[in-house]
Antibody
Framework: EVQLLESGGGLVQPGGSLRLSCAAS????????MTWVRQAPGKGLECVAE????????YYADSVKGRFTISRDNSKNTLYLQMNSVRVDDTAVYYC????????WGQGTLVTVSS | DIQMTQSPSSLSASVGDRVTITCQAS??????LNWFQQKPGKAPKLLIY???NLEAGVPSRFSGSGSGTDFTFTINSLQPEDFATYYC??????????FGQGTKLEIK
């Protein structure tokens, strides 16, 4: 059974940093692109970053480009999102999801940016 | 970037009704469209991929159609557990892929 488990969310001040992790099991992790999707309170879904299976290709939404970095460690079956220079409007539940089908999602981790 | 316009943004219906949601892409996305269901406090769940293919384990009352720029999602004979928010998403262009703004389906 495929499982994705996010961690690392919490309260951070504007301008601060946070690193999210997504631990994967039940799949050949390195074979799949992975995506971080966020959902602000009461709002819709936004893909913020995607990384190819090898880690060689990375894509970012304009809203996070230059501030967030997606990475992965295939030896640990783990996906990361390094969030720097966070803003109040980065407040959201962050989900990791499997490739372009998005057929598996984690349960989400809440990031709150507030002073 | 490809924009996805989903309508309506909200919908009231009764158990047993047939409901339809539409999604329009700002450019040709061929068949590369997903439909998701999301319930409060939960991650989205994939229902339909490649515009019309039912994900394994999803009831057959859910269906999708369309290609190019215009897509339709239908639920036949609404069940109580179907009241949720539904999203379309394109994955034709380079990522990050874009979602529609969502349709909240409520009980009449």
């Amino acid at each position: 059974e495929v499982q994705l488990l996010e961690s690392g969310g919490g309260l951070v001040q504007p301008g601060g940093s946070l690193r999210l992790s997504c631990a994967a099991s039940g799949l050949t992790f390195s074979s799949y692109a992975m995506t971080w999707v966020r959902q602000a309170p009461g709002k819709g879904l936004e893909c913020v970053a995607e990384i190819s299976g090898s880690g060689g290709n990375k894509y970012y939404a304009d809203s996070v480009k230059g501030r967030f970095t997606i990475s992965r460690d295939n030896s640990k079956n783990t996906l990361y999102l390094q969030m720097n220079s966070v803003r109040v409007d980065d407040t959201a539940v962050y989900y990791c999801a499997k490739d372009q089908l998005f057929d598996y999602w984690g349960q989400g981790t809440l990031v709150t940016v507030s002073s | 970037d490809i924009q996805m316009t989903q309508s309506p943004s909200s919908l009231s219906a009764s158990v047993g009704d047939r409901v339809t949601i539409t999604c329009q892409a700002s450019q040709d996305i061929r068949k590369y469209l997903n439909w998701f269901q999301q319930k409060p406090g939960k991650a989205p769940k994939l229902l339909i991929y490649d515009a019309s293919n039912l994900e394994a384990g999803v009831p057959s009352r859910f269906s999708g159609s369309g290609s190019g720029t215009d897509f339709t999602f239908t639920i036949n004979s609404l069940q109580p557990e179907d009241f949720a928010t539904y999203y379309c998403q394109q994955y034709n262009s380079l990522p990050p892929y874009t979602f529609g703004q969502g349709t909240k389906l409520e009980i009449k």
